[in-house]
């Protein structure tokens, strides 16, 4: 497929996705003496059409690249936002782009995508065991860099009850942890 | 500072605790041509049963604990554990992780403490040598 | 064949990657069939230090920037690059020009001081010390330069939300250039030592293969990638610091060879050339260094104050000696840490492509396959890698290994 221009490449994801489709944007910024553009794009779908939107990226470039699975913990629901990058290879050419889901906190499931994309396996691990989400269909379900005997039910970057609790924190000798809001 | 009970080389295992490498990196480069630790005497070796010094960076990560004491253990006597960079004295920039299990002289006795982050390769020397000097004095008085 | 009849053996090797000193912790599980590997599998966390959850909850961002340097010793500006970058796009900071040339001078030198550091290792897991210690004599020149510049020779700390710390000033400039020169006229020694002898064409030929197909399926990224044929490079593709005025280009062995195999002697192959490269870069960067103020906010308390009332999201990427680093930032008004963080280091990736250079290979390339890739475990965490086989379980140490490796090239010879 030829190249498109960020408010394109939205309006296709609108197209294609219709209702689950939920919100886009475009973010700019110059850099240096030129004012050459860094450019990146961040689209929000709906959990259903979360495997047609990954779909679609594959079409938009042969072979996208995952760069990682960053997940935040806002309350009630989690949010998950796969970086994605498209257009590669050449000179100022390419793109970032933010896919977010959000997910309830009561059905924190989340489908696949190992079998478009192979090297999405260790993210994929690594939200697991970090956040909790579970990843339905995934090829390797161990742990990825949490040592086995950790606890069940810690995830550390929760920021609700489930984190790390107190007394698991290395705190050196007559100091107290601290403590932000 | 004379030596005396040492008439061969110093025998040095290094055991990287989950250390970020500077310090790693510094140790390497004294055995580089620059700094040249081995005129003087000072070997690497592969195993911690050839060893004399232990040289030891790195927060202890949890998962290593294991194993950082069963290599102490390994270690013949008579014998002296190095920690070298700030991870292993307090922590550094991590003292407050979950996954710590503590500062290195939490899980083995420590001897000779190189703080710096990381320090520098004539530190590392520097911190050999008085181990050296400390190592004479215990054979001393074990054969007194 | 059934699996009964084969008498397969199950190895547990502890394998450090590198040289006895630089035993990252790290274990690889082999499943071997005779002298050939089959399988491979991959555990991690032996480093695992909880840098994103200190950043979340305890630090405030310009602390972050410090523990984001101790990520890795190695890789030691890209980390703090990346995030800077992240930062400033959630907040809407824009650095001045003259810091942004400051920062590519920086991250060359680093890119020098990490190839170079590289190429001995892979030299020594060849055999060939004498190479190692002279590849990190020729080191010693830029870590010289670069404690002249920044003032230490490993965590360099030049970094600021919305600058740099230090000035790169016009008298520093000869120093500079004599360290530029003298790197180009050791170029081509190195290049002849490393490129053209026949022990090393033989030990690194058509050993540790990844095709293209599979580096993009993947996701490997960095000099092992660009090595496969995939022109990935930050530096070229999405524009930041001084790169974007200035026209990088990814390399690929074809633009030595002319063919592209994939193997260990290609990595060499990119990985020299980019320490060429790097030394026009840096060249470039001082003739055309604009003038102008180091740091948007001078200030640290009204920095502090901004960040903690700003809102947004951002992603920074930098290109690393080993790959692409992508540091994503959220931050949300009123709160002083950060609200979420999340780091991917190269290695993260590159390691999912060690089963596939393994397969078929000997027991004896596995340390110069494994080091070819430059795994930086701190960077990502450990890798245990298991074997399927049924029998019996013996363990092998790095000592075996590192001497199995020599005696092959001594058959060689």
Same mark, same amino acid.
């Given at each position: 497929m030829e190249k498109l221009t960020p408010q394109a490449i939205i309006d296709s994801f609108v197209t294609e996705l219709g209702d689950g489709f939920f919100g886009g944007s475009v973010h700019e910024c110059e850099v240096a003496v030129k004012k050459n553009k860094f450019r990146s794009l961040w689209i929000e779908v709906k959990k259903g059409a979360f495997r047609h939107a990954v779909e679609h990226i594959c079409r938009l470039q042969e072979y996208p690249h995952l760069a990682i699975i960053s997940s935040s913990d806002l309350g009630a629901e989690v949010e998950l936002t796969y970086h994605f990058t498209i257009y590669y290879g050449e000179h100022l050419q390419e793109l970032s782009l933010g896919?977010?889901?959000?997910?309830?906190?009561?059905?924190?499931?989340?489908?696949?995508?190992?079998?478009l994309i192979p090297g999405a396996v260790f993210t994929e691990r690594e939200t697991q065991e970090m956040m909790g989400v579970k990843v339905v269909g995934i090829p390797d379900n161990r742990r990825l860099f949490l040592p086995p005997d950790f606890p069940e039910g810690v995830y550390p970057w929760r920021k609700d009850e489930k984190g790390p609790p107190d007394d698991m924190l290395r705190v050196l000798p007559g100091r107290e942890p601290k403590k932000w809001q | 500072?004379?030596?005396?009970?040492?008439?061969?080389?110093?025998?040095?295992?290094?055991?990287?605790?989950?250390?970020?490498?500077?310090?790693?990196?510094? =140790?390497?480069?004294?055995?580089?041509?620059?700094?040249?630790?081995?005129?003087?005497?000072?070997?690497?070796?592969?195993?911690?049963?050839?060893?004399?010094?232990?040289?030891v960076t790195g927060p202890v990560v949890?998962?290593?604990?294991?194993?950082?004491?069963? =290599?102490?253990?390994?270690?013949?006597?008579?014998?002296?554990?190095?920690?070298?960079?700030?991870?292993?004295?307090?922590?550094?920039?991590?003292?407050?992780?979950?996954?710590?299990?503590?500062?290195?002289?939490?899980?083995?006795?420590?001897?000779?403490?190189?703080?710096?982050?990381?320090?520098?390769?004539?530190?590392?020397?520097?911190?050999?040598?008085?181990?050296?000097?400390?190592?004479?004095?215990?054979?001393?008085?074990?054969?007194a | 064949?059934?699996?009964?009849?084969?008498?397969?053996?199950?190895?547990?090797?502890?394998?450090?990657?590198?040289?006895?000193?630089?035993?990252?912790?790290? *274990?690889?599980?082999?499943?071997?069939?005779?002298?050939?590997?089959?399988?491979?599998?991959?555990?991690?966390?032996?480093?695992?230090?909880?840098?994103?959850?200190?950043?979340?909850?305890?630090?405030?961002?310009? &602390?972050?920037?410090?523990?984001?340097?101790?990520?890795?010793?190695?890789?030691?500006?890209?980390?703090?690059?990346?995030?800077?970058?992240?930062?400033?796009?959630?907040a809407g900071i824009t650095p001045p020009p003259r810091a942004e040339y400051i920062r590519a001078i920086t991250a060359e030198m680093e890119r020098i001081h990490?190839?170079?550091?590289?190429?001995?290792?892979?030299?020594?897991?060849?055999?060939?010390?004498?190479?190692?210690?002279?590849?990190?004599?020729?080191?010693?020149?830029v870590?010289?330069?670069?404690?002249?510049?920044? /003032?230490?020779?490993?965590?360099?700390?030049?970094f600021q939300i919305g600058g740099v710390r230090r000035d790169i000033t016009e008298e520093q400039f000869p120093r500079i250039r004599q360290s530029l020169d003298y790197y180009r006229s050791m170029f081509g020694q190195l290049k002849r030592v490393f490129l053209d002898d026949k022990t090393i064409q033989m030990r690194t030929r058509n050993v540790g293969i990844l095709k293209k197909e599979d580096a993009l399926k993947l996701l490997t990224v960095g000099p092992s990638g660009r090595a496969s044929g995939v022109p990935k490079d930050v530096r070229q593709d999405q524009p930041y610091a001084a790169y974007a005025d200035l026209d990088v280009k990814a390399i690929t062995p074809d633009v030595l060879t002319g063919t592209v195999v994939g193997d260990v002697y290609d990595r060499i192959i990119v990985r020299l050339l980019e320490v060429k490269q790097s030394i026009e870069i840096i060249e470039q960067c001082m003739e055309k260094m604009?003038? /102008?103020?180091?740091?948007?906010?001078?200030?640290?308390?009204?920095?502090?104050?901004?960040?903690?009332?700003?809102?947004?999201?951002?992603?920074?990427?930098?290109?690393?000696? *080993?790959g692409e680093v992508v540091h994503y930032v959220r931050m949300e008004a009123g709160r002083e840490t950060l609200s979420t963080w999340k780091v991917r280091a190269p290695t993260y990736v590159n390691l999912m492509c060690v089963p596939t250079i393994l397969k078929g290979a000997q027991i004896a390339d596995v340390p110069i396959a494994f080091a070819s890739l430059d795994p930086c475990m701190s960077c990502t965490n450990r890798v245990v890698v298991t074997d399927r086989a049924v029998g019996r379980k013996s363990v092998?140490?790095?000592? *075996?290994?590192? &001497?199995?490796?020599?005696?092959?090239?001594?058959?060689? &010879?």
């Amino acid at each position: 497929m030829e190249k498109l221009t960020p408010q394109a490449i939205i309006d296709s994801f609108v197209t294609e996705l219709g209702d689950g489709f939920f919100g886009g944007s475009v973010h700019e910024c110059e850099v240096a003496v030129k004012k050459n553009k860094f450019r990146s794009l961040w689209i929000e779908v709906k959990k259903g059409a979360f495997r047609h939107a990954v779909e679609h990226i594959c079409r938009l470039q042969e072979y996208p690249h995952l760069a990682i699975i960053s997940s935040s913990d806002l309350g009630a629901e989690v949010e998950l936002t796969y970086h994605f990058t498209i257009y590669y290879g050449e000179h100022l050419q390419e793109l970032s782009l933010g896919l977010r889901v959000k997910l309830p906190k009561n059905d924190l499931t989340i489908p696949t995508i190992t079998d478009l994309i192979p090297g999405a396996v260790f993210t994929e691990r690594e939200t697991q065991e970090m956040m909790g989400v579970k990843v339905v269909g995934i090829p390797d379900n161990r742990r990825l860099f949490l040592p086995p005997d950790f606890p069940e039910g810690v995830y550390p970057w929760r920021k609700d009850e489930k984190g790390p609790p107190d007394d698991m924190l290395r705190v050196l000798p007559g100091r107290e942890p601290k403590k932000w809001q | 500072m004379s030596l005396t009970a040492f008439k061969r080389a110093l025998w040095v295992y290094h055991l990287n605790t989950g250390s970020c490498n500077g310090c790693d990196i510094e =140790i390497l480069a004294v055995l580089t041509p620059r700094y040249d630790a081995e005129r003087f005497g000072i070997k690497l070796v592969g195993s911690p049963r050839h060893a004399d010094v232990l040289l030891v960076t790195g927060p202890v990560v949890k998962q290593m604990v294991a194993r950082t004491k069963r =290599i102490y253990e390994q270690t013949p006597d008579p014998k002296l554990v190095m920690a070298v960079g700030n991870c292993g004295i307090e922590g550094d920039v991590f003292h407050e992780s979950y996954s710590l299990a503590g500062p290195i002289d939490q899980i083995i006795p420590v001897d000779v403490y190189v703080p710096g982050c990381p320090p520098r390769p004539e530190a590392i020397i520097h911190g050999v040598a008085m181990a050296w000097v400390k190592l004479e004095k215990a054979a001393k008085q074990e054969v007194a | 064949m059934a699996v009964e009849e084969k008498k397969k053996a199950t190895y547990t090797i502890p394998v450090g990657p590198i040289h006895p000193a630089l035993k990252e912790p790290i *274990r690889l599980a082999l499943t071997v069939d005779g002298e050939e590997i089959v399988d491979t599998d991959i555990f991690a966390g032996q480093v695992h230090r909880g840098i994103e959850w200190l950043g979340m909850n305890r630090n405030n961002p310009i &602390q972050t920037i410090y523990a984001a340097e101790r990520i890795c010793g190695i890789c030691n500006i890209c980390h703090p690059s990346a995030f800077i970058m992240a930062v400033e796009h959630a907040a809407g900071i824009t650095p001045p020009p003259r810091a942004e040339y400051i920062r590519a001078i920086t991250a060359e030198m680093e890119r020098i001081h990490s190839h170079l550091l590289w190429a001995g290792v892979a030299a020594h897991e060849i055999g060939f010390d004498t190479i190692f210690y002279l590849a990190w004599r020729v080191r010693e020149e830029v870590m010289d330069l670069i404690e002249y510049v920044t /003032g230490n020779r490993v965590t360099k700390a030049m970094f600021q939300i919305g600058g740099v710390r230090r000035d790169i000033t016009e008298e520093q400039f000869p120093r500079i250039r004599q360290s530029l020169d003298y790197y180009r006229s050791m170029f081509g020694q190195l290049k002849r030592v490393f490129l053209d002898d026949k022990t090393i064409q033989m030990r690194t030929r058509n050993v540790g293969i990844l095709k293209k197909e599979d580096a993009l399926k993947l996701l490997t990224v960095g000099p092992s990638g660009r090595a496969s044929g995939v022109p990935k490079d930050v530096r070229q593709d999405q524009p930041y610091a001084a790169y974007a005025d200035l026209d990088v280009k990814a390399i690929t062995p074809d633009v030595l060879t002319g063919t592209v195999v994939g193997d260990v002697y290609d990595r060499i192959i990119v990985r020299l050339l980019e320490v060429k490269q790097s030394i026009e870069i840096i060249e470039q960067c001082m003739e055309k260094m604009p003038p /102008g103020p180091l740091l948007a906010q001078p200030k640290t308390a009204v920095l502090l104050k901004t960040l903690t009332k700003a809102e947004g999201e951002g992603i920074g990427r930098a290109e690393a000696p *080993r790959g692409e680093v992508v540091h994503y930032v959220r931050m949300e008004a009123g709160r002083e840490t950060l609200s979420t963080w999340k780091v991917r280091a190269p290695t993260y990736v590159n390691l999912m492509c060690v089963p596939t250079i393994l397969k078929g290979a000997q027991i004896a390339d596995v340390p110069i396959a494994f080091a070819s890739l430059d795994p930086c475990m701190s960077c990502t965490n450990r890798v245990v890698v298991t074997d399927r086989a049924v029998g019996r379980k013996s363990v092998v140490d790095y000592e *075996r290994l590192h &001497q199995l490796s020599l005696e092959k090239t001594k058959e060689l &010879q």
